[in-house]
């Protein structure tokens, strides 16, 4: 049958799952706490130095970002980033190493296809949906703050 | 006058041979379980290229010149030349005919290419419309994944189901009755089969009805059985896809037992990070081209079925949630011609 | 969190863990879920700028510091702060404008260490 009916399908369906691998649930989350924990602990050095020289802490966060943003780039650009992301899962791509090295890495790729038409157009491939739907989200979030509370942040 | 045909199955009368052929592979693939079994191991992806695409056609090239010379053929000797790859417009494949300067038919059968085009070569040759064809097929794992997946610098965890596309090239010469020692006696040309699956990470589940379809055709038309070979080897469909096909064609009264392997399980070992196995156009062509030929040549397998394997997605296909329509097509070849 | 309590073990400890337990909730969504890592990350920080309007992220942050502004849902944060704060100063047009703003910083790094990667190094497969 090369287009076989809804029953076969389902039937095909019920059978793959009985033959599916399932992921090491246990490895990964071990590797996402891991890895995670690890940059996030790096941050924290980051933070703890830059909380030292005198900045309060809601300034603090900005520039602790951006060195870990910078260190994620860093760590794609040596070809480093996808080894720790095997074994980490999303305790690599969830911290914001992760966001800079989904940047860097079509940036690297696509240089091929030239600066303006392969990195430029290239760079926010993966990263787009992220900065989309966080702006979207953080719109209708703000917006609804404002409409009932009238008042800032905290 | 001999059938020609019945059903999907060409029956070729020569039969036509392949003289040589010839696998050239990358350093992961010479590492693996059958190394020793190519003709030529890379020492890296890039090959000192500009791209991973002109690397892919410099290894597709190499492999071409390599069965020439086992041949004792030159360039301008080859009639015509069959080829496919994985590339958007199998962009790999025109600039090795490029190259070549050969009369160019281009294929894409996406992973089932390699038995694609030696079963079209016979075509040719049996029907007296050429004397040397070219068959070749070649896939990279970094042009497949730069165009289907991700960049190779991102992180990404993949999949237990997902394969790992082979970076190799396999070439093979046909040409008439008695020219060469293996002799191509049927093709089974596939339909087009899709049991409704969608995860581009799972080709394997996609690709077994289609597998276990054209397989069941191929015993169906020519009244052979299993046992009538010595191995029954499909493609690519790894350490998912090949077990399913195994149990539907059970389910149909065909039990493969004992001699069904697959090309996409014997690339690589466990060691080598594959998940279910190895995939791309260059898996079963330079199996193909390399390990059953010469165990064919050399005498140790009689007569073999080659079902490549081919999942005819496209990056637009499955982003647009459609399920994957995929295609196997059989040669079978002989040994002692 | 100052200073003085950022730098002690216990500090980078809570980091480790708050940071690692971001982490494991992401990789069960995608093992458990089946869903591709990209949306999971959407929803992430589509649920840090929901956390961030009821007044729950900041008090994670003074916890756990990097432990909470390293992970994703840190970015949706620093969003509707930024958004709450722009519209606290000029209103509507602070409202749409102050998101970006606030996150300008890191978004401007990447972009430029996306750009230096790309042209200083390549890919190695």
């Known amino acids: 049958m090369a287009r076989p009916d809804r029953a076969t399908t389902e039937k095909y369906a019920r059978m793959v799952a009985r033959h599916a691998p399932r992921p090491p649930l246990l490895r990964n989350v071990l590797g996402a706490f891991l890895v995670g924990g690890a940059i996030c602990a790096v941050g924290q050095l980051v933070l703890g130095l830059l909380l030292a020289r005198g900045l309060p802490l809601k300034e603090a966060t900005t520039p602790t970002s951006t060195i870990m943003i910078v260190l994620g780039a860093l760590l794609t650009g040596l070809g480093v980033y996808d080894e720790v992301s095997k074994r980490g899962g999303m305790g690599a791509a969830l911290p914001i190493t992760g966001f800079a090295n989904s940047i860097a890495a079509p940036a690297m790729e696509f240089r091929r296809e030239g600066l303006v038409l392969g990195v430029g157009a290239r760079l926010f491939t993966i990263a787009g949906p992220v900065i989309v739907f966080a702006v979207a989200a953080a719109l209708v979030v703000a917006g609804f703050r404002m409409l009932v509370t009238g008042g800032a942040g905290n | 006058m001999a059938t020609r ?333 | 969190m100052s200073a003085a309590t950022a730098l002690t073990p216990v500090a980078i400890l809570w980091a480790f863990v708050v940071g690692g337990l971001f982490c494991v909730a992401a990789q069960l969504v995608v093992d458990l879920g089946r869903l591709n890592p990209a949306y999971v990350m959407v929803l992430f920080v589509v649920l840090g700028a929901v956390a961030s309007g009821l007044g729950l992220y900041e008090p994670l942050i003074a916890r756990a510091g990097a432990g909470a502004s390293i992970p994703l849902p840190a970015f949706g944060h620093a969003l509707v702060q930024g958004m709450l704060k722009g519209a606290a100063q000029s209103g509507f047009t602070g409202l749409l404008g102050g998101g970006l703003a606030a996150t300008a910083t890191a978004l401007t790094a990447a972009i430029l260490m996306g750009l230096l990667m790309a042209v200083v190094t390549r890919p190695k497969g």
Request: charged residues 20%.
């Open chain 2, 5 to 337: 045909r019945k059903g999907q199955t060409l029956f070729f009368a020569g039969p036509p041979t392949i003289l040589a052929t010839a696998a050239v592979v990358g350093p992961r693939e010479g590492a693996g379980p059958l190394a020793g079994w190519f003709d030529v191991v890379k020492p890296d992806r890039l090959l000192g290229q500009k791209s991973w695409e002109l690397a892919e056609s410099k290894m597709a090239e190499e492999a071409v010149d390599v069965a020439l010379a086992k041949a004792g053929l030159q360039r301008r000797e080859i009639d015509v030349l069959l080829a496919g790859d994985l590339l958007n417009q199998i962009i790999a494949s025109s600039f090795v005919a490029r190259s070549l300067d050969i009369p160019y038919v281009g294929l894409y059968g996406a992973c089932s290419t390699m038995a694609e085009a030696v079963a079209l070569g016979a075509v040719l040759v049996d029907g007296g419309y050429a004397d040397r064809v070219c068959a070749l097929s070649s896939s990279h794992h970094d042009t497949a994944e730069r165009q289907y997946r991700y960049p190779v610098e991102f992180g990404s965890q993949r999949p237990p189901t997902a394969q790992w596309t082979a970076t190799a090239a396999g070439a093979a010469v046909v040409g008439p009755p008695g020219a060469g020692r293996v002799g191509i006696t049927h093709a089974t040309l596939g339909r087009v089969v899709d049991w409704g699956r969608k995860d581009p990470f799972d080709m394997g589940s996609a690709m077994a009805p289609a597998a276990a379809d054209t397989i069941a055709a191929h015993f169906r038309d020519t009244g052979r059985s299993p046992e009538d070979y010595d191995l029954v080897v499909t493609g690519d469909l790894a350490a998912v896809g090949h077990p399913l096909t195994h149990d539907l064609l059970k389910e149909r009264g065909l039990d493969l037992e004992g001699r069904f392997v697959d090309c996409g399980r014997m690339l690589y070992d466990e060691t080598q990070d594959a998940h279910a196995g190895a995939s791309g156009c260059g898996c079963s062509a330079a199996v193909f081209c390399g390990y059953l030929m010469r165990n064919l040549v050399e005498g140790r397998f009689k007569r073999v079925l080659l079902v490549a394997t081919g999942a005819l997605h496209s990056p637009t296909s499955t982003q647009q949630g459609e399920t994957i329509p995929c295609v196997a097509h059989a040669i079978a070849v002989e040994g002692g011609s």
